[in-house]
C-alpha cells in the first residue's frame, strides 16, 4: 500500500496543531525554545515529504509528526495559565536529584479523575532524536518528561502526591532498573526466589509481569523517599486496600508493605534489591528525603516557612497527617469556636500547601534574580 | 483506542529503518547502529554483563544478544559489514513479534 496520502493527511492534521500552538505562552525559556525548534522541525518534515514512497522513510516521517503532535499536546497544557506550577516545580527539584538537567516536566490535564500516568515517548524514544538530528540536522537541547493527571485535581495537593509515583516511571526507564532487577531475578535459582514470591507473585517465568510488577515497587519506593507514605492512603482507599495482583500491578497489601519498610527501615529482599541496582545502575541511592516537619503553623493558618528541598517535600506528608486526624482536631488545635468542617479543612489545607511551596519558589527566584 | 502505543515496538521499528539505511550504504546510520552492535558484540563475547549496558536501544540489545548469538560470536566491531547488517535485520524481523508478544 502507498501511505504518502496518508502521511500528508498526516501533515495537514499536524499544521493545524502547530498554528493553533504558535500564541502559546510559557513561564519559562526552556519551554518557547523547544517549541522553536519543533516549528522548525515542522517545516524541515514538509519540505522533505513531497516524492516520498519507499516505506522506511514514510515510516519515519509519521513518527516525526506523532513527535510534533505528541509535544504540542503536553505543551498546550504546560503554558502559564493552566500549569500546575507548584507541584511541577517540586517534581522538577526531585528529578534533579536523579539527572542532569536536560529535561522539562510538561503536563497534559485529562477529564478522567484517576488520569494519573507517564508517558515515555518523548524523554527516553533515543531513536526519534537520532532520526531527526540525522534527516534535518536539528537537535533538541532538552526533552520533555511528559506526566497525565486529572485537570480537575490539578491543584489538589493531596492527590498529587502520587505524581511522584509518576516520575518514578520516567527514571526507571532511564536507568532501566526494573528491567535490570527482572533479568536478575529470573536468572535466580527457584529455592532463592522463594525470598520474592510473596511479593512476585506472578512467578519468574514471566518476564513482562515481573517487570511491570517491579516497576510498580520501584515507583513506589521512588516516592516514599519524598512524600513518605502519603500515597499508601489513596492508593488503599482507590483500591480499597486490594490483595489482588493485577498483571500490570503488585496488589495493593504488598505495595503498601514495602513502602513502609523502606520507610521503616524493615529488611525487604524486593526493597534490598531494588536499592542494589538503582545504585549499580544510577549511581544514586534510594533514601529518605523529605523531612518530616513538626509545626503548628498550618493550625495558626499560616504558611511553612520552607528553607531547604526536604522540607519542601516534606510538606505534602504535613499536610496528609493533619488531614487524617479529622477536622475536630484541627479546629481544637486552630482554637477555633465556630463551626468547622471537613470540606473547611481540605480548603485551609490545600490552600496552605500551596502557598508554602509557591512562596518557596518566589524566594527562589528572587534570589536568583539579585545574583 | 486506536492504536496502542508501544515504546519497545517503536525501538524495534526505528532500529530496522536504521540497519535499512545502513545496508543502502549509509555512512551517518552506520554510524548510528554500530554503537548498539558493538554492545551486543561485547555482552555475546562476555565482555560486558547485561546490566552494565546504557539503556539506549537496550530493547534491540538483549533480543540480539539472545537470538542472535551465533552471530555476534567471535565477531568485532571492525569486520561488522553490510552482510551482517542484512543479517541482523533478518533475526529482528524474524523475532520481533516474539519479543513484543
Known amino acids: ?371 | 483506542m486506536l492504536r496502542s502505543h508501544n515504546q519497545q515496538e517503536l525501538e524495534f521499528d526505528f532500529f530496522i529503518s536504521f540497519l535499512q539505511h545502513a545496508i543502502e550504504g549509509d555512512d551517518e546510520y552506520i554510524k548510528l547502529v554500530q554503537p548498539i552492535l558493538s554492545d551486543v558484540i561485547q555482552v555475546v563475547n562476555q565482555e560486558k554483563g547485561i546490566s552494565e549496558l546504557d539503556s539506549v536501544g537496550l530493547n534491540v540489545k538483549i533480543l540480539l544478544s539472545q537470538k542472535a548469538n551465533s552471530l555476534f560470536s567471535g565477531l568485532s566491531e571492525d569486520k561488522l559489514n553490510r552482510k551482517i547488517f542484512n543479517d541482523i535485520l533478518n533475526v529482528l524481523n524474524e523475532n520481533k513479534r516474539h519479543a513484543l508478544a
Open chain 1, 1 to 371: 500500500m502507498d501511505y504518502t496520502s496518508l502521511l500528508n493527511l498526516h501533515l495537514s492534521q499536524t499544521e493545524i496543531f502547530v498554528e493553533k500552538s504558535k500564541n502559546n505562552s510559557y513561564s519559562d525559556l526552556d519551554k518557547k525554545n523547544y517549541q522553536d525548534n519543533l516549528n522548525k522541525l515542522f517545516s524541515a518534515v514538509k519540505g522533505s515529504i513531497s516524492g516520498l514512497s519507499a516505506v522506511a522513510p514514510v515510516f519515519e516521517k509519521q513518527e516525526h509528526l506523532s513527535f510534533i503532535c505528541n509535544s504540542l499536546e503536553f505543551l498546550k497544557d504546560s503554558i502559564l495559565s493552566s500549569m500546575p506550577f507548584e507541584v511541577v516545580n517540586c517534581l522538577n527539584v526531585a528529578m534533579n536529584d536523579w539527572i542532569d538537567q536536560q529535561y522539562i516536566i510538561v503536563t497534559s490535564l485529562n477529564n478522567n479523575t484517576l488520569a494519573f500516568s507517564y508517558d515515555p515517548t518523548l524523554a527516553l524514544e533515543d531513536f526519534v532524536y537520532q532520526s531527526i538530528d540525522i534527516q534535518y540536522g536539528i537537535t533538541f537541547a532538552k526533552r520533555l518528561v511528559q506526566i497525565n493527571l486529572p485537570l480537575i485535581l490539578s491543584r489538589d495537593y493531596f492527590s498529587s502526591v502520587v505524581l511522584y509515583h509518576e516520575l518514578g516511571h520516567f527514571i526507571d526507564l532511564k536507568y532501566a532498573i526494573s528491567k535490570i532487577v527482572a533479568m536478575e531475578v529470573q536468572s535466580i535459582s527457584s529455592s532463592d526466589f522463594i525470598q520474592y514470591e510473596q511479593f512476585l507473585v506472578g512467578g519468574q517465568n514471566e518476564i513482562d509481569i515481573l517487570t511491570d510488577h517491579l516497576a510498580e515497587y520501584f515507583c513506589d519506593i521512588f516516592a516514599a523517599q519524598y512524600i513518605g507514605k502519603s500515597s499508601n492512603y489513596y492508593l488503599q482507599y482507590l483500591t480499597r486496600n486490594s490483595s489482588n495482583a493485577s498483571y500490570s500491578h503488585p496488589s495493593t497489601i504488598n505495595r503498601v508493605k514495602v513502602v513502609n519498610d523502606f520507610i521503616d527501615n524493615i529488611d525487604n529482599p524486593i526493597v534490598k534489591l531494588i536499592k542494589k541496582i538503582t545504585f549499580n545502575r544510577s549511581g544514586r541511592h534510594l533514601i529518605k528525603r523529605h523531612e518530616d516537619i513538626v509545626s503548628d503553623e498550618f493550625y495558626k493558618f499560616l504558611p511553612i516557612e520552607i528553607d531547604n528541598t526536604a522540607k519542601l517535600h516534606g510538606v505534602f506528608a504535613y499536610a496528609w497527617e493533619i488531614w487524617l486526624k479529622g477536622p475536630d482536631d484541627f479546629k481544637v488545635n486552630a482554637g477555633l469556636t465556630g463551626d468547622f468542617t471537613s470540606d473547611n479543612a481540605y480548603k485551609v489545607l490545600n490552600n496552605l500547601v500551596e502557598k508554602s511551596i509557591g512562596n518557596y519558589f518566589i524566594e527562589k527566584s528572587w534570589e536568583a534574580s539579585l545574583i
